[in-house]
């Protein structure tokens, strides 16, 4: 009778295996088609293509050159970003095993680009087996070691928490946290997205960039690919992959630019969305710039329009403007066919705080209360109960400091 031992002996000399060793690298199919090279660290060897995208050829990207420290807190939100060095900042983009994220997701492709003095340089760091992601980390951490931007497009949820736990994961040691980061995605929703479908790159890039990629790879088909040529040892079928990548990230730089020029006033015939570029003033301190923000333009709505004319007579009311900004709250109040409680408000506090002018207040109190209630009577879904109460507390102060001054005027008599 045959022994146990001599049974698993038998298996280990047949069994065939499926995991690559590292004599047999040299295998793959469509190395030279992807335009690979070969990259040696002290964790091991990677694959490593580089591709340079000329100005001459992408002259929206030359403008990059010219943005200012302000830009970049303007397209951020963010102060912070003034300190943006653009010689010293990376683009990121990752191809991954995975959309879902999770621990067992991995980045097998990292696209990375830089400026030069007249192209952008791309990296794409790529890993054809898992055995060589430590090297590809390693890689990537060398080229970044002078860099102290970085700009993503959904990046912050995404790409760099992914690329964080794999670095631990593999013992590569970078501090992901000294990096000044950018995502775009939160700017592109600020500033297009009444007018994009969804948040996705590729549809700001054909609304905002006027862009359409052809026989380009979706990205839910991205993971199956890279695992059918862990299978095949065929490279060639991801060279839409590599291209895929590539443009993501010449669309980041794009959408940079684009940015930049709604913040500039030049965004040409791209509409944006002025609350976001108002909201975005305010958040800085840039009141001023907040309130020409907020100019009326020709087609807006009537909503859109009370909208931005309440949000200018706030930003005037920060400038300590106040005789203008009472004009527009007196014209929202004055607007036939519409009631909003937001002027009514404004106008009150103004009349008692700083005018003192306690007659020009009731007035304003009870024309509101009387828009208030017939609302209410005419429409019963609308409940302005908050809102009267606040109008009761409000008349009853003053017409408090009211017996009060004529108090006084009677006892100096």
Not at 163 to 176: A, E, G, M, P, Q
Not at 291 to 302: L, P
Not at 329 to 356: A, M, Q, V
């Amino acid at each position: 009778m045959t022994s146990v031992i001599e049974k698993l002996r038998t298996l280990q000399q047949t069994a065939p295996s499926n995991r690559e060793q590292p004599a047999g690298r040299d295998g793959l199919v469509g190395i030279e088609a992807l335009g690979l090279e070969r990259r040696s660290t002290c964790a091991g060897d990677y694959w490593l293509r580089e591709k340079t995208f000329s100005f001459q050829d992408w002259p929206e990207l030359r403008a990059i050159l010219d943005l200012q420290p302000h830009d970049f807190a303007c397209i951020g939100k963010n102060r912070i970003l003034n300190q943006f060095n653009l010689l010293h900042t990376a683009w990121i983009d990752t191809e991954t095993t995975g959309l879902a994220g999770g621990a067992g997701t991995c980045a097998f492709l990292i696209g990375v680009a830089r400026l030069q003095q007249t192209s952008v340089l791309v990296r794409q760091f790529f890993m054809h087996d898992f055995f060589q992601e430590r090297a590809m980390l390693t890689g990537l951490v060398e080229w970044l070691e002078d860099v102290t931007g970085l700009m993503t497009y959904n990046g912050k949820t995404f790409d760099l928490p992914l690329l964080h736990n794999r670095c631990i994961l593999n013992r590569v040691s970078l501090d992901w946290n000294r990096f000044l980061h950018l995502d775009l995605l939160h700017t592109s929703r600020r500033l297009w997205r009444p007018f994009v479908p969804d948040g996705r790159l590729s549809s700001m890039e054909q609304v905002v960039l006027g862009f359409r990629r052809t026989s380009d790879v979706p990205g839910e088909r991205i993971p199956s690919l890279y695992f059918d040529s862990l299978q095949t040892r065929d490279l060639t079928p991801l060279k839409a992959v590599f291209q895929h990548n590539a443009l993501d990230l010449i669309s980041l730089l794009r959408l940079l630019v684009r940015a930049a020029q709604v913040f500039r006033r030049s965004g040409g015939a791209v509409p944006y969305h002025r609350m976001g570029v108002a909201r975005t003033y305010e958040h800085l301190g840039l009141y001023e710039q907040a309130s020409e923000a907020c100019e009326a333009e020709d087609g807006s709505s009537g909503a859109e329009h009370r909208q931005m004319q309440l949000r200018k007579a706030w930003n005037l009311k920060r400038l300590k403007r106040y005789q203008e900004a009472e004009q527009i709250w007196l014209s929202l109040l004055n607007t036939s066919g519409s009631f909003s409680t937001d002027p009514c408000l404004e106008l009150i506090k103004y009349y008692e705080h700083r005018c003192r002018d306690y007659s020009a207040a009731l007035s304003v109190i009870r024309r509101a209360r009387t828009h208030a209630e017939t609302l209410m009577e005419l429409q019963p879904e609308k409940n302005y109960l908050y809102f009267l109460h606040d109008l009761r507390k409000r008349e009853t102060r003053i017409l408090h400091k009211q017996a009060k001054i004529s108090s006084v005027a009677k006892e100096s008599l």
